[in-house]
């Protein structure tokens, strides 16, 4: 089975660890995953900017480190994370700003990305949200 994961948490929220969880346990299951698709408070899951308090899991490195050595795409909602003030290197110089909290292996795009990968996939799995 192909899934489409969208998240919609914050990294400190416990979907967004079940999300991942539920990530790492399909691919161990021999399906594959479409795309990662982080949205509205998911966007924090993508930022350098997290600080995790040392008794907690560091969801955000987790993500990081996941995506890169599964070689998956994790794309962020740009509309989400400019109203959180996540910005990668090419959204940062666009608005004059110095901070930079996105980085590789993460992607900023628009929502087409989530209607593309429910078209590509068999199932679309949410976390998080109302």
Known sequence: ????????????APSSRRALLF????????????RLFFYQDGV??????????QDELNLPQQWRTFITE????????????????A?????AKRYQ???????EPWE????????DAVQDADRLICFGGA
């Open 97 to 103: 700003r110095d901070a930079v909290s996105i980085s």
């Open 70 to 85: 599964q070689k998956l795409d994790g794309v962020v909602c740009i509309a989400a994370a400019l109203r959180r003030g």
């Open 87 to 91: 910005l990668n290197a090419d959204e």
């Open 44 to 53: 924090y899951n993508a930022s350098d900017a997290v600080v995790t308090p």
């Open 23 to 34: 990530a790492q346990a399909a691919l161990a299951g021999g399906h594959e995953i479409a």
């Open 1 to 12: 089975m192909k899934f489409a994961i969208a998240l919609f948490s914050a990294a400190h």
């Open 108 to 115: 900023l795009s628009g929502l087409g990305q989530l209607h």
